[in-house]
């Protein structure tokens, strides 16, 4: 069945109604994405006619209340030229909210009603609330006669604080939900690019053949944020950074490099070949721990051109605190694929700007019969961008031209950048892709438990190792790279992190 979007092109629709409970619904990350996604999707001709959704929320709001303040949210995260007046009305009159206290399970009759009101459809639970509710709601949820067979469960990663606090809340999940209805949300995994890499590593033979050890030397993979904490500072100090963005983004991007190729498209084929990775992954043991993983905190600095705290100087800090901001590491997947094959992976804060990308470095010939001078430059890279803006170029080495170059080499790019590409085309956000494929049923982009236990399993290890030294992050500036000691770390390899942006 097909419907016209808001500018008239026809689009897919999706085959049945869907309704979506929304807990959290006033929170920041429902007001800032999952709201804005959800009338994108609308805008689209994605969402069927008589779809609706609730809003749950602790604050005492009548539903006109709730939809002014969704039409607040709508205008400030949505650009101008995406705000059709039309689509708005059409979003709005799909709500419904109640108040709710998550904790009791009395409330929740309201949303077996709301659903009584209605004719028989799935119903997707989006919990949008912190991960030591999910428990608790999902019980709430059973006990009140409110769910049946064809009800989904949405959650936000991180889960948990390491393995056995994770393996806690998914026990709590579980045993309300089988994992065949469990969505576990990592929004880097909704990203075009990275979506892209399945079809690039999988559609290509052109890199198909060349992605082993024969022909890569080494792979990156930066994370890179230009803010501080933002006033986060409850919840980050007792993460950190490996906890927060290591244990998910960066080993969800790590599992799509190095997988081996699925047998089909499958949620399951898919998944269980990132398992795979992450049980080869290496641990971290003995002088490898010194040499090959680096800790750091940011202190006083400037970014932007503004002068900003340090870590221990931001509002509400722990002076004493030994959190890190900073991870940068040298780790191996242990089989025949990538046997001697280094994955640098680096993450933090207060970075010179906002960058996600994955830069693989080819081989160099065996044979090399230019200039000697320019040696260095004779090696092929892909560079996957995921932000801020998503592309894939790939590093080629031509002719410099001129009468007087003779046959210098001149690196240049063969480059798909998805805004010029898709120029006519508005590129979704992630978690408009994430939310349609929970509304369909879909699991291929999300992540599976035991995925999120072996990266809990192969992080705690290495939290424990760095416990037991009990030495302290190195220091680096607000607005650099990161710690001296993690640039020396690749260079001692004979090789530089990747910046030429």
């Not at 309201?110 to 030591?132: C, M």
């Not at 944020?225 to 409850?234: D, L």
């Not at 803006?389 to 950048?417: F, N, W, Y």
Request: net charge negative; with cysteine; hydrophobic share 35%.
């Amino acid at each position: 069945m097909s419907h016209r979007n808001a500018s008239g092109a026809k689009t897919q629709e999706i085959q049945e109604t869907v309704d979506l409970a929304l807990f959290g619904a006033l929170g920041d990350l429902s007001q800032r994405k999952l709201l804005p996604a959800l009338y994108h999707l609308d805008r689209e001709g994605l969402l069927a006619d008589d779809t609706r959704l609730l809003g749950l929320a602790r604050q005492n709001l009548e539903l006109d209340a709730f939809k002014e303040q969704v039409r607040t949210t709508l205008t400030r995260y949505t650009k101008p030229v995406e705000l059709d007046d039309t689509v708005l009305e059409r979003f709005l009159a799909r709500l419904d909210y109640v108040r709710l206290d998550f904790t009791q399970t009395e409330g929740y009759n309201a949303i077996r009603q709301w659903r009584e009101t209605r004719r028989p459809s799935p119903l997707v639970i989006y919990l949008a609330v912190g991960a030591s509710l999910y428990g608790d709601i999902c019980r709430h949820l059973q006990r009140s006669d409110s769910l049946d067979e064809s009800c989904r469960v949405v959650v936000e990663k991180p889960i948990g604080h390491d393995l056995e606090s994770s393996a806690d809340i998914n026990d709590a999940i579980g045993d309300v939900f089988p994992e065949s209805r469990i969505y576990r949300i990592d929004h880097y995994l909704g990203k075009e690019t990275v979506q892209n890499l399945i079809a690039l590593r999988f559609a290509n033979p052109l890199f198909g053949t060349q992605w082993n050890q024969n022909h890569i030397s080494h792979v990156e993979i930066t994370v890179a944020e230009k803010v501080g904490i933002e006033g986060r500072w409850g919840y980050f100090d007792q993460a950190g950074q490996l906890r927060d963005m290591v244990q998910n983004h960066l080993l969800q991007l790590l599992c799509l490099i190095a997988m081996e190729p699925p047998s089909n498209l499958d949620a399951d084929a898919i998944r269980d070949e990132k398992v795979k990775v992450l049980k080869a992954l290496k641990p971290f043991t003995g002088e490898a721990l010194g040499r090959d993983v680096v800790r750091g905190q940011y202190t006083v600095g400037n970014s932007g051109g503004k002068n900003v705290p340090g870590y221990l100087e931001e509002e509400g800090a722990n002076t004493e605190s030994r959190t890190e901001t900073f991870v940068a590491m040298k780790t191996e997947v242990a089989n025949w694929r990538w046997a001697g094959v280094p994955f640098y992976l680096r993450t933090g804060k207060r970075m010179p700007e906002k960058l996600s990308q994955i830069v693989i470095h080819f081989r160099q010939q065996p044979h090399y019969i230019f200039d000697p001078d320019q040696r260095g430059l004779a090696t092929n890279k892909l560079i996957i961008r995921l932000q801020p803006e998503e592309g894939i170029a790939l590093q080629v080495l031509t002719k410099d031209s001129g009468l007087d170059k003779g046959m210098r080499l001149r690196p240049g790019p063969l480059h798909l950048d998805f805004n010029d590409a898709f120029s006519k085309s508005r590129i979704p956000d992630a978690y408009e892709r994430l939310l349609l494929e929970a509304m369909k049923g879909q699991q291929y982009l999300f992540v599976r438990r035991d995925e999120v236990e072996h990266a809990w399993r192969w992080c705690d290890h290495l939290i424990a190792e760095w416990e037991a030294r009990e030495e302290p992050p190195r220091r680096y500036p607000a607005g650099s790279w990161g710690p001296v000691a993690s640039i020396a770390m690749i260079t001692q390899d004979g090789r530089s992190w990747y910046e030429d942006y």
